[in-house]
């Protein structure tokens, strides 16, 4: 799960301060579709909260997240319902058969789309429970703009964006889920300087920059942001939010 490639908690400072709620469309979607008034949710690979917060205001809510620190963050925020939080990882779930009404992953399923995780969510769901699935797929030029000017400012390479054959529906569809339907949504992020240092920061290459090498590329970064700034007039990420679900 996110603790074997993500490292997330290392920067949980500037992932709390820079990652954004979710379109309140999704959740919305998500209530039309689950039969269950008040249903008992799993937030996987919850991090510090921010899916788990909104998820709150449609049932019980349970948030797993392999990193400690992550989880620490997260309950440090006032309840908004009956949230909980659990360390977990998505091949070992430490919980029952068929517990949830909803499973959902919000930026977070390619890091455990692997086939013994499905079976675990497909073990914890009830029968006719719901998987959901949510991405914020931003502009490749987004990422890798950054990305560039992090490997020009230091003069070391850094690791790529985590890749795979990532299609969600493709995968539940090949795990037995029934009922799949996907939604789309075009959306943008627009950041302020600070932010969107802390945004870069809050990514899983982050972990490749050398730590004594960190100063010099956030000074590379904020000279890329404020040129972005002055030729647009606005540090802006521009996004595609898709929802996938399906039901067991």
Not at 3 to 28: C, D, H, M, S, T
Not at 44 to 68: E, M, N, S
Not at 132 to 138: A, L, Y
């Amino acid at each position: 799960m996110i603790n074997k490639l993500g490292k997330f908690g290392l920067f949980v400072k500037e992932y709390e301060k820079a990652r954004r709620q979710y379109p309140p469309e999704i959740f919305i979607f998500l209530k039309t579709v689950s039969t269950v008034k008040e249903p008992l949710v799993l937030d996987l690979g919850c991090g510090t909260g921010i899916a788990t917060r909104q998820l709150a205001r449609l049932g019980t809510i349970v948030g797993c997240d392999p990193d400690p620190r992550m989880l620490a963050a997260a309950k440090k925020h006032g309840r908004v319902n009956q949230e909980r939080y659990i360390r977990g990882v998505a091949d070992r779930l430490p919980f029952k058969n068929a517990t949830f009404d909803i499973v959902t992953a919000c930026a977070s399923f390619h890091w455990f789309d692997d086939k013994k995780s499905i079976a675990e969510i497909k073990r914890v769901l009830k029968p006719g429970g719901i998987m959901f699935i949510v991405n914020k797929n931003g502009l490749k030029s987004w990422g890798e703009g950054y990305r560039r000017t992090i490997i020009k400012t230091i003069g070391k390479k850094i690791a790529h964006f985590h890749k795979n054959a990532y299609n969600p529906k493709q995968r539940l569809e090949k795990n037995g889920f029934k009922n799949i339907r996907v939604r789309l949504w075009k959306k943008s992020e627009v950041y302020t300087l600070n932010n969107a240092l802390e945004y870069v920061q809050s990514v899983s290459i982050w972990n490749s920059v050398p730590p004594s090498l960190r100063v010099r590329a956030i000074e590379g970064l904020k000279k890329y942001f404020q040129k972005m700034k002055k030729n647009k007039g606005k540090i802006e990420r521009k996004i595609t939010v898709q929802m996938t679900v399906g039901i067991k």
